[in-house]
């Protein structure tokens, strides 16, 4: 079959956005990585499938794909940017704003004046099992009230939660140091994470500012990760380091982050995070797959 497609990307993290609200189209995980194979596809982290929703209030079904597995995933805050100027661009809806559905949650995205997007990405989750995350017979330390979990087999501590999609995050002195590429894989697949994890290196500029690189699950590291960000920060809020508003470094360019759950009381923790940043067209084509 041939398959017309949209490259895009934002800060970097790069899709495939395939139109699908016309027609149904099932694509086997063999075409999905096909897709996004730099080499022998078009090349991508992950595909973004656009399809129509019957549900009441939403606009449309948002469906993310992992390039290098073809599984598919809960959550992808960059794609989520980009998927509204895609629809935007294309005519298939002419509001500014609109309602999606991915496979476990809604998000609203926004198209915003100054050019950038901004998506409410739900509320944090920080329950262990929902995460999922196994902190059976460990014991974590606390710092500013939040959880730092060890795996004393990599010799590091992570902060757990979800976006829709499982994070750990772990403090470090300077991400360019970091050892990304050899930590992210290990943590990504720890036996404590049993669907892997995404892995999020987050340095402490200021109480504004972060530098983050992101190790995806199924993905290695992408130039930036938007869920990433929001745990990342979500993190570094509950840990006692951030205010409610944080400027996010990342190799693809920058994200803002807010919530209204920093510092707040555990009423709030249920707060929508925020995310504001770019989302771009780079080209478009057809693949026969
Ligand atoms: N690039 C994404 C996250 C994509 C999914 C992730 N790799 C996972 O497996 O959960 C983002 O911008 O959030």
């Known amino acids: 079959m041939n398959l017309r497609f949209t490259k895009m990307q934002g800060a970097g993290n790069d899709f495939c956005v395939i139109d699908a609200t016309q027609h149904a189209l099932t694509l086997s995980p063999a075409q999905l990585q096909r ?3 730099r080499r022998f596809g078009v090349g991508c982290d992950q595909i973004l499938v656009i399809e129509s929703s019957r549900a009441p209030g939403v606009d449309f079904r948002y469906r993310i794909f992992n390039g290098s597995s073809g599984a598919e995933v809960e959550h992808c805050g960059n794609g ?3 998927f509204v100027r895609y629809v935007n661009e294309k005519g298939l809806s002419a509001k500014r704003s609109i309602t999606v559905e991915t496979v476990n949650k809604r998000l609203e995205l926004h198209l915003r004046d100054d050019g950038r997007v901004s998506v409410d990405m739900g509320a944090p989750i920080f ?3 929902r995460v999922p995350f196994n902190a059976e017979g460990l014991s974590p330390r606390l710092q500013g009230g939040f ?3 060890p795996l004393a087999d990599l010799g590091v501590e992570v902060a757990v939660l979800s976006m829709g999609n499982p994070h750990a995050v772990m403090l470090v002195d300077d991400v360019d140091q970091s050892p990304v590429a050899q930590l992210g894989p290990q943590v990504e697949t720890h036996a404590r994470f049993p669907r892997k994890v995404n892995v999020g290196f987050l340095q402490i500029v200021s109480r504004s500012a972060v530098r983050l690189r992101v190790f995806e699950r199924d993905a290695g590291e992408t130039l930036a990760c938007g869920t990433g960000a929001c745990a990342a920060v979500v993190a570094g809020m509950r840990l006692g380091l951030l205010d409610a508003a944080v400027e996010v470094q990342t ?4 994200l803002k982050i807010e919530w209204a759950g920093a510092g707040a009381s555990s ?3 249920d707060a ?5 940043g770019p989302a771009q067209t780079v080209f478009e084509g057809e693949i026969s797959l």
Do not use: N, S
């Open 35 to 37: 897709l996004g194979d």
């Open 80 to 82: 989520a940017r980009c």
């Open 127 to 129: 329950e262990l099992a």
């Open 147 to 149: 959880e730092l979990w």
């Open 251 to 254: 190799r693809g360019g920058d």
């Open 267 to 269: 009423a709030a923790l």
């Open 272 to 276: 929508p995070v925020i995310m504001t």
